[in-house]
């Protein structure tokens, strides 16, 4: 019999034990596909005392992860805890020790993507990240391998399920955002503190992983344009049905000749369009290929099993071909050969909805308009609503509605604050990005 491959896990909560469910329940199947059965022989936890529902005997428990590390035993680290420090260590530590490693953990790879994967090149060792974005979606793979012969043109991506469900559920219920994250917090879909999902943080920590791959260009989450739904209205969920869309979290990246947009923002795409479509906690990923055109991947984004799923998976990639994903991790987060420039928020090019609590008075909208027009912004529709009256003025103000065709972002940051500065307004302006698919070529 084939001496077992070692597996030794950092972290044995949701995910670390959604591995090691894996790997018991398809024993048999893991070992037809690779030649050699799979084991878990060290795991390192917080808490020794606490029960784990599929950790089997026999595995070397630990509150020192470094035991883990240098266990001879153990072939390939799981990473599983999450966060920057100490993790980003230990994976360093792992691939000096001669360790493979396979890791979940987007927001390390964002940020110090570079270090890891100059490490990895240097000990001639595969680091996988396949659970890192959309997990149990297979993105990863599918860029690198799948659409290697394209040029990609641009990702549109659902990345955060907790986002899309409250979002979801906001655009079903009617609820207010507040009411609605209180029932995603209840039901397990959001966190107790959720600001790195719903601010966009986790989102671009997640584009920024996609554009190395697809693009070549190395970022940081910093670089990333980004705005989360955390202050979303209830009136704009509302107002983009009527228009005939709904409003997602995406994130899009856009190739073009003088360089590359990159954005996470709340976003109307049209009703009944594939992303349209993506409900509750589910992830999807639409990518433009040059020879290819478009393909949509979509399934889970999160959860025990889909992420151990795509761990798991990357195990596999590991023992079949080490060779080809030792080569591929020691080529990752090198620019590739004229990799495109980032393009400054101001010059992203997108259509617009803008929505204004005016004054019910002769003249206003054409004071807009005109304004709008003076910064090169062309309006595609107009709805006014009813008028609102407040308790503490005797001042009318009106919901008044402004598509755009496609504008400059600069252009539209302009046009607004000297709106704001000659406009009698209740309240800021909002603006929503529009799928520029919609009715309307990039």
């Known amino acids: 019999m084939s001496s077992a491959i070692g597996v030794g896990i950092l972290g044995v909560g949701t995910v670390g034990q959604g591995v090691v469910r894996i790997l018991a329940d398809s024993a048999e199947l893991l070992e037809q596909r690779v030649g050699q059965p799979i084991k878990v022989v060290a795991a390192a936890v917080r808490d020794l005392d606490k029960k784990r529902d599929y950790l089997p005997d026999g595995v070397a428990l630990t509150t020192d992860p470094m035991e883990v590390l240098t266990n001879p035993l153990v072939d390939v680290v799981f990473e599983a805890m999450g966060g920057i420090e ?20 987007k927001a390390l790879l964002a940020d110090h993507g ?21 997990g149990g979606i ?9 659409l290697a012969a394209n040029r990609i043109l641009s990702i549109s ?12 559920a906001m655009t079903r219920d009617g609820k207010a955002y507040g009411d609605v994250l209180k029932e995603a917090q ?36 910093e670089q990333v344009s980004r705005r989360g739904i955390d202050r979303l209205e209830a009136a704009d969920i509302r107002f983009a049905g009527e228009l005939g869309y709904v409003i997602k979290l995406l994130a899009k990246a856009r190739w073009r000749p003088d360089g590359l947009e990159l954005r996470v923002s709340p976003t109307l795409v049209p009703k ?35 992420t151990a799923s795509a761990m798991v998976s990357d195990l596999i990639g590991i023992l079949i071909e080490p060779r080809s994903r030792i080569r591929a991790a020691a080529e990752l987060w090198k620019p590739f050969a ?32 005109r304004i709008l027009g003076d910064n090169g912004i062309s309006i595609a529709s107009v709805i006014q609503h009813e008028p609102e009256t407040l308790a503490s003025s005797e001042v009318v103000y009106v919901s008044l509605i402004i598509m755009t065709h496609l504008a400059t972002k600069g252009a539209m940051r302009r046009a607004l604050e000297h709106i704001q500065k000659t406009c009698e307004l209740n309240g800021e302006p909002i603006l929503l990005e529009v799928d520029a698919r919609a009715g309307q070529p990039n």
């Open 138 to 146: 297979p993105i990863i793979q599918a860029l690198n391998v799948g």
């Open 86 to 105: 100490p993790a980003k260590s230990l994976i360093l530590k792992a691939l000096r020790l001669g360790k493979h490693v396979v890791t979940a953990n």
């Open 338 to 369: 004229g990799a495109p420039r980032l393009i400054n928020i101001d010059e992203h090019r997108t259509r617009a909805y803008l929505r204004f609590q005016i004054p019910d008075r002769p003249g206003q909208l054409a004071h807009l308009a």
């Open 186 to 221: 209840s039901l397990g879909y959001a966190e107790a503190d959720p600001t790195m999902d719903v601010d966009g943080t986790d989102t671009a920590h997640k584009l920024a992983v996609l554009v190395q791959i697809a693009f070549g260009q190395t970022v940081s989450t």
């Open 272 to 306: 009944g369009s594939q992303l349209a479509e993506i409900s509750d906690s589910y992830n999807a990923v639409r990518v433009e290929g040059s020879a290819v055109g478009d393909t949509l991947f979509a399934g889970r984004g999160a959860g025990m099993m889909p």
């Open 114 to 134: 570079t270090e890891i994967f100059e490490a990895a090149r240097l000990a001639e060792r595969a680091v996988c990240f396949e659970a890192a974005v959309a």
């Open 157 to 168: 991506a659902i990345l955060n399920g907790t986002c899309n469900f409250i979002l979801t």
